[in-house]
């Protein structure tokens, strides 16, 4: 079983920063890929971003490119997004979610039934 622990959400202006974390505990951090995915009201959970085990190599959603940065930190079972010039259109849910399986192909990790286990979620809100 893992446990995923996400925190760091709040209520920001847009232009603003905010630093999401992940904290994960249960199996070997280093066993998992990581994603982060969001879930406006009313609208279906949108993949954000994912990092590889090594953390060598990040995937961004277009929406995010540019603005949001993935990393993590092996040693200390934790992965991070940081956001910065948020936009209100970035209010959500957000998730972390995990993964132990190996994909052929990166389109893979953009779903979310990809993922095995998911956190509880942590709410940002960007006012305009």
């Known amino acids: 079983q893992v446990h995923l622990v996400e925190s760091g959400g709040g209520l920001v202006q847009a232009g603003g920063s905010l630093r999401l974390s992940c904290a994960v505990s249960?199996?070997?951090?280093?066993?998992?890929?990581m994603g982060w995915f969001r879930q406006a009201p009313g609208k279906e959970r949108e993949f954000v971003g994912h990092?590889?085990?090594?953390?060598?190599?990040?995937l961004y959603a277009d929406s995010v490119k540019g603005r949001f940065t993935i990393s993590r930190d092996n040693a200390g079972n934790t992965m991070y997004l940081e956001m910065n010039s948020l936009e209100p259109e970035d209010t959500a849910l957000y998730y972390c979610?995990?993964?132990?399986?190996?994909?052929?192909?990166?389109?893979?990790?953009?779903?979310?039934?990809?993922?095995?286990?998911w956190g509880q979620g942590t709410q940002v809100t960007v006012s305009s």
């Open positions: 249960g199996r070997t951090f280093t066993s998992y890929g």
């Open positions: 990092i590889r085990r090594s953390g060598d190599k990040t």
């Open positions: 979610a995990s993964t132990s399986l190996r994909y052929p192909s990166d389109n893979y990790y953009y779903r979310p039934r990809t993922y095995d286990y």
